[in-house]
């Protein structure tokens, strides 16, 4: 009987030492696992890309630092044709300005249900802010020059509503019109959100993310020649994020061709 009972706390003891092994392995394999990742914005004010990275803190927090290139639209921007002329193209009546924002801020990710498999899905939510800096480059229209009666030429102008027929805008000029007019601003901007990783691979990262952000400018942002233009932009957003895990533990599995590659890691 004592021989079984000290057979029996051996075995336990053991088994204990075993998963408790386990869990600690598993914590260390986590702890280690850093994250690159891109991601396409889809903004109800814009679209654009980003880069992220992020650098663990504990088994359910990591650190973020990302960088943000998007666009920035006014609800009123409605694209149209001259209906009297056959135009090379569409363009935006009454817009002054292509409104682009470069964002690079810090925040913090937090897992709230970890992913029970590979096939299954990771819950987090994130936070994010820092600087952002407003390009603003003005838009320039070709507009229709009467010459005589019958004849026309064609001359590029900024939009000025007060003498501008719109049926007289032939389109809208080459992009880089007036691209060393281009004004900046800087401000801040916050966002936030719900990440959903779904990847079946151990070391790619695949994931959807839905939030609300806002910049924030000490003065409006001259969009368009109507009222309206503002200074803080609150909008929605989905994005899609892809990237891999970083292991400093296995450099060569670290390249970013992983995110192609169909073989599991």
């Given at each position: 009987?004592?021989?079984?009972?000290?057979?029996?706390?051996?075995?336990?003891?053991?088994?204990?030492?075993?998963?408790?092994?386990?869990?600690?392995?598993?914590?260390?394999?986590?702890?280690?696992?850093?994250?690159?990742?891109?991601?396409?914005?889809?903004?109800?004010?814009?679209?654009?890309?980003?880069?992220?990275?992020?650098?663990r803190?504990?088994?359910?927090?990591?650190?973020?630092?990302?960088?943000?290139?998007?666009?920035?639209k006014?609800?009123?921007?409605?694209?149209?044709?001259?209906?009297?002329?056959?135009?090379?193209?569409?363009?935006?009546?009454?817009?002054?300005?292509?409104?682009?924002l470069?964002?690079?801020?810090?925040?913090?990710?937090?897992?709230?249900?970890?992913?029970?498999?590979q096939?299954?899905?990771?819950?987090?939510?994130f936070?994010?802010?820092?600087?952002?800096i407003?390009?603003?480059?003005?838009?320039?229209?070709?507009?229709?020059?009467p010459?005589?009666?019958?004849e026309?030429?064609?001359?590029e102008?900024?939009?000025?509503?007060?003498?501008?027929?719109?049926?007289?805008?032939?389109g809208?000029s080459?992009?880089?019109k007036?691209?060393n007019?281009?004004?900046?601003l800087?401000?801040?901007?916050a966002k936030?959100g719900?990440n959903?990783?779904?990847s079946?691979?151990?070391?790619?990262i695949?994931?959807?993310?839905l939030?609300?952000?806002?910049?924030?400018?000490?003065?409006?942002?001259?969009?368009?020649?109507?009222?309206?233009?503002?200074?803080?932009?609150?909008s929605?957003f989905?994005?899609?994020?892809?990237?891999?895990?970083?292991?400093?533990?296995?450099?060569?599995?670290n390249?970013?061709?992983?995110?192609?590659?169909?073989?599991?890691?």
């Amino acid at each position: 009987m004592k021989k079984l009972l000290i057979i029996a706390v051996v075995f336990i003891c053991g088994v204990d030492s075993v998963y408790g092994q386990g869990e600690l392995n598993e914590e260390q394999k986590i702890f280690f696992r850093n994250e690159k990742t891109f991601a396409i914005l889809l903004n109800t004010d814009g679209y654009g890309l980003s880069y992220r990275e992020g650098k663990r803190i504990n088994f359910l927090n990591k650190k973020l630092f990302e960088i943000e290139v998007v666009t920035l639209k006014d609800p009123k921007e409605v694209k149209i044709s001259n209906p009297y002329i056959d135009t090379p193209g569409s363009f935006v009546f009454g817009k002054l300005n292509s409104v682009f924002l470069l964002r690079g801020g810090i925040g913090r990710q937090h897992e709230v249900y970890k992913k029970a498999d590979q096939g299954g899905v990771a819950i987090r939510y994130f936070y994010t802010g820092g600087l952002v800096i407003s390009f603003a480059k003005p838009i320039y229209y070709k507009i229709l020059d009467p010459i005589n009666q019958y004849e026309y030429q064609i001359k590029e102008e900024k939009f000025d509503i007060k003498t501008l027929d719109p049926s007289m805008i032939y389109g809208k000029s080459s992009f880089f019109k007036g691209i060393n007019e281009t004004k900046l601003l800087p401000g801040i901007y916050a966002k936030g959100g719900f990440n959903f990783e779904y990847s079946k691979q151990d070391k790619i990262i695949h994931a959807i993310e839905l939030g609300a952000q806002i910049n924030l400018f000490p003065k409006d942002i001259p969009i368009m020649a109507t009222t309206g233009n503002k200074a803080i932009f609150f909008s929605l957003f989905a994005s899609y994020r892809f990237g891999i895990i970083i292991d400093p533990h296995n450099p060569d599995s670290n390249k970013l061709s992983n995110i192609f590659s169909k073989k599991k890691q």
